[in-house]
């Protein structure tokens, strides 16, 4: 229930953020693994989703994983993983999508 509640929220976000178009939007799956209560998810949602360049997050508890969409010009995989691990959630990169 209340990973629908943030999957509402989250969609109301970004379609709030949807305006500018830009080209080089790629997706990096970051595993989260030092995530431990219900409440990691929605920390480490929030401090991606403030990183310059994010487009969309999606934070999976039972996962224990961090998909996000990224302007690839803007950011890159190191500075997310990083962003995490700046609020206490050390992360490794384990997929990268439309990215050689
Ligand atoms: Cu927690």
């Given at each position: 229930m209340k990973h629908l509640l943030a999957a509402i929220v989250f969609s109301a976000l970004s379609a709030f953020s949807a305006g500018a178009v830009q080209a080089a939007e790629k997706t990096v799956t970051l595993d989260?693994?030092?995530?431990?209560?219900?409440t990691c998810p929605y920390i480490i949602r929030q401090t991606l989703s403030r990183v310059?360049?994010?487009r969309k997050v999606v934070v999976s508890y039972e996962d224990k994983t961090a998909i996000v969409i990224y302007d690839d010009a803007r950011t890159n995989p190191g500075a997310l993983s990083a962003a995490t691990a700046s609020v206490g959630f050390p992360s490794k990169i384990v997929k990268k999508e439309g990215s050689s």
């Amino acid at each position: 229930m209340k990973h629908l509640l943030a999957a509402i929220v989250f969609s109301a976000l970004s379609a709030f953020s949807a305006g500018a178009v830009q080209a080089a939007e790629k997706t990096v799956t970051l595993d989260v693994f030092s995530m431990n209560c219900p409440t990691c998810p929605y920390i480490i949602r929030q401090t991606l989703s403030r990183v310059e360049g994010v487009r969309k997050v999606v934070v999976s508890y039972e996962d224990k994983t961090a998909i996000v969409i990224y302007d690839d010009a803007r950011t890159n995989p190191g500075a997310l993983s990083a962003a995490t691990a700046s609020v206490g959630f050390p992360s490794k990169i384990v997929k990268k999508e439309g990215s050689s």
